[in-house]
DNA sequence: TTGATAATGATAATTATTATCAATAAGGAA
DNA sequence: TTCCTTATTGATAATAATTATCATTATCAA
């Protein structure tokens, strides 16, 4: 992500935490910081590790809290990875799609789903189901990748 | 499944190791009668748990083994739940999608994408990426669970 | 039936996640 | 600013899941 979108977010997430009442602290930024910035999606371990090279790194315990806590806040989701899931992602708004480079990893969020929605209601009318959330994603190659 | 698409299944998967050369055993029987007489996704150890009150069951290694074989055979595919993956579930035939109740678990099989093959048209146009691949699931209610 | 060897079971090792609890630091009140 | 309450932390133990090791066993072609 951009430096600006980071920040964006941080700021976002930071007034979120307040609102909620739940105290900022230095290890929770330190993860929502790593999340922030990164432009792939990581899992707990992804981002301890790569918190180590810091002066003092959020124990692992504290890597996982505060991702069950952002987790519960709405502000990052599970993305589930072929072979793998537990990665997380910000949340975005509404509800989009991902398409992820199998190369460089690189995600890209897909605006616009008339036809999902369209698929859905006849699945709904064919099986009967209530169809409450839907998950969706693409996997390829980047034009970068590509070549 | 129906006994009758168990063993369709059965049938199917012996002669595929035998074409493999790899040898039909009885720990590798025991996991896959378990893989397709079951109508939900599961996890290796659901696997290994529901083995148990069998006379010899297979070793938990070799449920891992087994469920590593038959994903390179293509013969089972990871199923991605939300909240938890490495669920696995029999290989379909092309390409379907599955819609999966929250409440029991059951998992039912969707035919015909149209719409999802249009929206991925659309997505390769818009973005310049080669899409390899998608990832569709549905999650909501049964008509018996939802009363 | 036999023999080569792929595959197994038991278990140790590794890795990931969760629980525990005394010490610490965030942030509102004074 | 300083103090005080207490939410949060780090260290570590406990648990759970997965993988590796290796002597023994069982599959299946000859």
Redesign the interface.
């Known amino acids: 992500m951009s430096a600006l979108e980071t920040n964006l977010l941080l700021s976002t997430w930071k007034t979120a935490l307040h609102q909620q009442d739940y105290r900022v602290t230095q290890p929770r930024l330190q993860v929502m910081e790593i999340i922030a910035a990164s432009n792939t999606p990581l899992t707990p371990q992804d981002i301890y590790h790569r918190s180590l090279d810091q002066e003092t790194p959020p124990g692992i315990a504290s890597v996982y809290r505060t991702l069950e806590m952002l987790e519960d806040l709405g502000l990052i989701q599970?993305i589930?990875q072929?072979?793998?899931?537990?990665s997380y992602w910000p949340t975005l708004e509404g509800h989009q799609h991902l398409?992820i480079?199998?190369d460089c990893g690189h995600l890209?969020v897909?605006e616009g789903?008339e036809?999902?929605s369209?698929?859905?209601s006849?699945?709904?009318e064919?099986?009967?189901?209530?169809?409450?959330?839907?998950?969706?994603?693409?996997?390829?190659?980047?034009?970068g990748c590509?070549n």
Chains 1, 2 share one sequence.
């Not at 072929?82 to 537990?86: K, M, Y």
């Not at 169809?131 to 994603?137: D, G, R, Y």
């Open positions: 599970q589930h072929p072979g793998g899931c537990h398409l480079c199998t890209r897909i789903n036809e999902i369209e698929y859905i006849k699945v709904e064919i099986t009967g189901y209530q169809v409450t959330e839907h998950w969706l994603q693409l996997f390829g190659l980047c034009s590509s």
